[in-house]
Every structure is written in structure tokens, then in C-alpha cells.
């Protein structure tokens, strides 16, 4: 069993919402003055409202063995309560699966329709409980509060500068499951519209304090002073910093920020005199106890959250003045043309705001030899154009990013990787990325702490490696990187070196290693197969020659005893 530290130069910087709330005991119903430039800037977030669902979530516990912990009937049921709210409100709804989670259940995933594609803000919490207990404060409380700030969003139905997207966690409490399995989902573009992420968990604790991740950060400001308005002082949320939602966006360069009140740390008698409250008591004495239900609330915390997200809200996304506004796209993303051959994609315009428009189109990027043209050259916005890319006979061979432009009253962006290869034959060479690790992780996307230099299992070659799993508890770590592979080449070879090493016996397989590329399994490992030493295994992926495919190691541990799936020196050698 091992909890590792990631290695100097590869941890982020990384604070999470893990708790909530302020200590002032009087059960506010309206919002408590501020200052009147932020009342006039936000609407009022009903903390009665807020309330209700919290009363709804615990009923469901009530009727579902009192808790709502992941997977269980009762989250489920409180799946089904957000969703139905959302949907006749009017937001587009998915339930993602996350199937990698412990227990296999759905994240809840709302858009308003409103507001430019790439420009992203997201607001999260996690809808689960622990088994222990119905779980209003944590985190029934940061749910209802977004879910109502959704519906007040709705109603309100203002001209949007950006896009908002609400989010709700399965299985958090099992170690961020839900959020890592969203966030491992996205590509890059789509982690590249995200602008913010703010997470809420724990707003109301009945002891708590003023909490806010990053609180001195360029994201975290709105949110910052909508509570200064108060003269509360908030802090940092130093309780909840990597144990999170958040943190699973900010592993993947997102920025985050979000409220928390506190959870089973100590208030100190100088967030006492500040916030008022039990000075040496815990800000929250149920925390993952029975004991967490409506009776749980601060209601004056609860009441400033809430109207602190709708005020981050309608800073960061609400305008006053309508727009015409559309998004550009490329499908596929990425493709192969041979020298004096072309290869086609499509070019898709949406219009995200206002009324349709004339949108230009061009590109640029192209390297020496290559010409790409659009059919038609400009299109009305919600149209689409057939993108050519043509290679002469002497056009530079190797990977390159081609940005489509479209030009309209704004101008808005797509990329599409372009490999271009030899006269019918085979650009060749190793094509993953960093594929020993001792650079950094870039380009890989991996869970924390999975690149290491610890000395507690060798690397096979150099100082660093890829240590999945390990624990002896249950747990689940990925490693994955996208890559483009040329067409016309003979060979396609992947390669790396595998090391098992574990403390299970016996010939069942309790934890195991998937290996995948795109949605297809190459091979799956177990403790059965461990080792000592390094084994090199080998692929054919001739298969998946002229496309960009994901290649990724799953790694997932059951509850006892730890296997240690480790993996190095990496390559695809095509040629």
C-alpha cells in the first residue's frame, strides 16, 4: 500500500471546494445587504428556494436507507430530481456513465443554450453522499445551490457573453471519480473552451467559515467580491485544497476557483471574532456522519453562496447588449494526404447568439507545398463548407495545425492536424510524445501523481516512469496520449515496457491494466501476470493508419492488497 507525492516540477498547484460554510447562526430568507452596485449587477438567489431542494434530498435518502452515496438507489433518485428540474427549465441535459467510477453512475450535465460554444464557464458539485448519511451539507448543500442559481439563469433567460454549463459529480467521495472521468473525456479543444471552472462543496456548514480556492487568483475574483462586499475576509480553503472536483480541472490546465465553507477542521478563535461561531469546534461536527441533514444548515452561509454564484455568473457570462456570435468547426479534426494527393473535411458553422451572418473563410498554418480551399468560400452562419487540402509532389512532409478562420462581425477559430507523408509511401519515425517520461507530462494526460520519479519501483530506462495503482485500496489511474498515425507506411509498431508487481496470490485476477486505442481493447494485465523485471510487449497498429487515436492505460485496483502496474519508455515506430 503507498500514497505517492507527485514529483517536483509535475504537481499543480491545486486547491479544492471540499467544504463549506460561515458561522453566523441566524437563518437568513432574504439576501443580507451589500453593497448596492452588487445587488444591482445579480438577481437574488432565494435561499427558501435553495432550501426546498435540500428538504427534496433528504427525503430522498429518507426512502432510499438513508444515504444518497454513489451508485445507491438514492443517487440515482437524486439524479433524477435535478434532471427533471433542468430539462423543463430548458437546458440541454446528457447523463455521462462514468465507467470507470466504483460504482458505475451517472454525472449530470446541464447547458444553457445560450452564448458562444468556445467560451466555457462551468460550475460544479458533487451529488453524492457518503454511505454514512444523507449528506446535506456535503454536499446536498453546493448541488442545490447550483441547481437553483440554474433555474433563476432560466427564467431570467438574459443575453449571454459566454456559455454556462453546470455540472453534478457521481462518486466524489470514492476519490474525485466523476469529475477525472469527464475531464479524461474532453479533448484538448474542448478543455481549451473551458474558461473557468468553480466548484461548490460544503456551502452551509453550521460552524463554518468564508472559503475560497485561490481566493487571491484572477478567476477567483468575482466570486471574492461579491463577499467582500460583506467585509467577511474571507480565506483560503486550505482544508480542501486536492480533495476535490476541482482539482481534477486544474490537473488538466483548466483554471478553478469556488466556495467552501468548511468541513472537519477546527475554527480558530480569529475566525470566531471575525465570522462569529464555536471557536476550537469543528466547522462542521457531522461531517460524513447521519447526523448531515437539513437540521446541518447555516442558512446565512448558504444564503451568500448562493447569491455569490449568481453573481460570478452574470459577471463572467451575462451582457447587456445582444451580439451576433457564431462558432467554427472541422470534422474530422485531423487527417493524412500523401504527396500529390488531397484528403477533404467538413467545415461547420453554428450561430450561437443574435441572428445568422456572412462568415468568411480561410486557413492558414498550411505547410510549404500545401494549399487548402473552401467550397463555398463563405457560408451563412448555421451553413457548412467542404474544406480541401491538396499536397503538391514536393510538399514538406510531417504533422502539422491548420487554423480554420471564420470572419464574420467576430472571428472565430477550429484546428485540424494535417500529417502529410512521402509520394505514396511513409513520413516514418517514433511518433509518441515524451515517451520516457522525463520530461514533464506533456503531451501526456494522466491522474495525479501517475509520472514519478519514486524510487519506490525503478524506471527502465532514465529516472521517470508511469506507476499506475498501487494502493491496496480500491482506486483507478489513467494514462493517455492522442496521437496522428501517417498512412502509406509498412510498419506500425507500438511498444513498451511493462512491470507488474503486487502483493495479491493465487490465479484470480483482482487488478487489472486495459490497454486501449480509440474504443478498442490491445490487452488487458493482472496481478496474475506479475513479474519481476521489465517485459516489453508489442502491437501491431497498422490498423489505424491516417487517423489521430487515443492511446490509454487504465489501471483499476480492487479493495485490498496492491498491484502496481508499471510503465515506461513508450513508442510507436512506424516506417
Not at 141 to 158: C, I
Not at 330 to 342: D, K, Y
Not at 414 to 434: E, M, P, R
Request: glycine share 10%; proline share 3%; hydrophobic share 35%.
Amino acid at each position: 500500500m503507498r500514497r505517492r507525492t507527485p514529483a517536483a516540477g509535475l504537481a499543480l498547484a491545486l486547491f479544492a471546494a471540499m467544504t463549506a460554510t460561515l458561522a453566523v447562526p441566524a437563518a437568513a430568507t432574504a439576501r443580507p445587504a451589500a453593497a448596492p452596485a452588487l445587488l444591482a449587477a445579480a438577481p437574488d438567489v432565494s435561499v427558501t428556494n435553495v432550501q426546498a431542494h435540500l428538504t427534496q434530498l433528504n427525503t430522498i435518502a429518507t426512502n432510499n436507507g438513508g444515504t444518497r452515496r454513489a451508485g445507491s438507489a438514492g443517487y440515482t433518485a437524486s439524479v433524477s430530481y435535478v434532471k427533471s428540474k433542468l430539462q423543463a427549465a430548458g437546458y440541454t441535459v446528457t447523463e455521462q456513465t462514468c465507467t470507470t467510477c466504483t460504482y458505475p453512475a451517472s454525472n449530470l450535465i446541464a447547458e444553457w443554450p445560450q452564448g458562444p460554444a468556445d467560451q466555457v464557464v462551468m460550475f460544479g458539485a458533487h451529488l453524492d453522499s457518503v454511505s454514512a448519511g444523507p449528506g446535506i451539507n456535503d454536499n446536498g448543500s453546493g448541488s442545490a445551490t447550483l441547481l437553483e442559481n440554474a433555474l433563476v439563469l432560466a427564467s431570467q433567460n438574459p443575453t449571454m457573453t459566454k456559455r454556462v454549463r453546470f455540472a453534478w459529480w457521481n462518486g466524489e467521495e470514492q476519490g474525485l471519480q466523476g469529475s477525472k472521468f469527464y475531464v479524461s473525456q474532453l479533448s484538448a479543444t474542448q478543455k481549451s473552451y473551458i474558461k473557468g471552472y468553480y466548484n461548490f462543496d460544503m456551502v452551509a456548514s453550521p460552524n463554518g467559515g468564508y472559503f475560497i480556492n485561490r481566493v487571491t487568483s484572477a478567476t477567483a475574483a468575482p466570486l471574492k467580491e461579491y463577499w467582500d462586499s460583506f467585509g467577511i475576509q474571507p480565506e483560503e480553503n486550505v482544508e480542501g485544497q486536492g480533495r476535490s472536483d476541482d482539482y481534477s480541472f486544474a490537473n488538466a490546465g483548466i483554471q478553478t476557483s469556488g466556495y467552501a465553507a468548511g468541513a472537519s477542521a477546527t475554527k480558530t478563535s480569529a475566525q470566531a471574532s471575525k465570522w462569529g461561531g464555536t471557536a476550537g469546534a469543528a466547522y462542521d461536527g457531522c461531517y460524513h456522519r447521519s447526523c448531515d441533514t437539513t437540521s446541518n444548515i447555516n442558512a446565512t452561509i448558504l444564503n451568500r453562496s448562493a447569491d455569490g454564484v449568481a453573481y460570478a455568473i452574470w459577471q463572467l457570462a451575462v451582457g447587456g447588449t445582444s451580439t451576433n456570435d457564431f462558432s467554427v468547426a472541422v470534422s474530422p479534426t485531423s487527417g493524412s494526404v500523401a504527396r500529390g494527393g488531397s484528403t477533404t473535411a467538413t467545415v461547420s458553422t453554428t450561430t450561437t447568439s443574435g441572428t445568422a451572418q456572412t462568415v468568411n473563410l480561410s486557413a492558414s498554418g498550411a505547410p510549404s507545398g500545401v494549399t487548402v480551399s473552401f467550397s463555398p468560400s463563405s457560408v451563412t452562419s448555421g451553413g457548412s463548407a467542404t474544406m480541401t487540402v491538396s499536397a503538391s509532389s514536393t510538399a514538406t512532409t510531417g504533422t502539422f495545425t491548420i487554423t480554420v478562420t471564420g470572419t464574420g462581425a467576430v472571428t472565430r477559430t477550429a484546428t485540424y492536424s494535417l500529417t502529410v507523408t512521402g509520394t505514396g509511401g511513409c513520413a516514418g519515425g517514433q511518433l509518441i510524445g515524451n515517451s520516457g517520461f522525463e520530461s514533464g507530462s506533456t503531451p501526456w494526460t494522466a491522474s495525479s501523481g501517475v509520472i514519478t520519479n519514486s524510487t519506490s519501483q525503478a524506471a527502465h530506462g532514465g529516472s521517470y516512469k508511469a506507476w499506475l495503482d498501487g494502493y491496496g485500496s480500491s482506486h483507478t489511474d489513467t494514462l493517455s496520449q492522442s496521437v496522428s498515425v501517417p498512412a502509406g507506411c509498412s510498419s506500425y509498431t507500438l511498444a513498451f515496457w511493462l512491470h507488474i508487481d503486487t502483493a495479491e496470490t493465487g490465479s484470480t485476477a483482482y487488478d487489472k491494466l486495459t490497454v486501449q486505442v480509440g474504443t478498442t481493447t490491445l490487452a488487458t494485465y493482472s496481478n496474475v501476470n506479475a513479474a519481476s523485471g521489465y517485459t516489453q510487449r508489442t502491437f501491431n497498429l497498422g490498423a489505424y493508419a491516417g487517423q489521430t487515436v487515443t492511446l490509454k492505460f487504465t489501471g483499476v485496483e480492487d479493495a485490498s492488497l496492491q498491484t502496481s502496474f508499471v510503465i515506461d519508455d513508450v513508442t510507436l515506430q512506424v516506417g
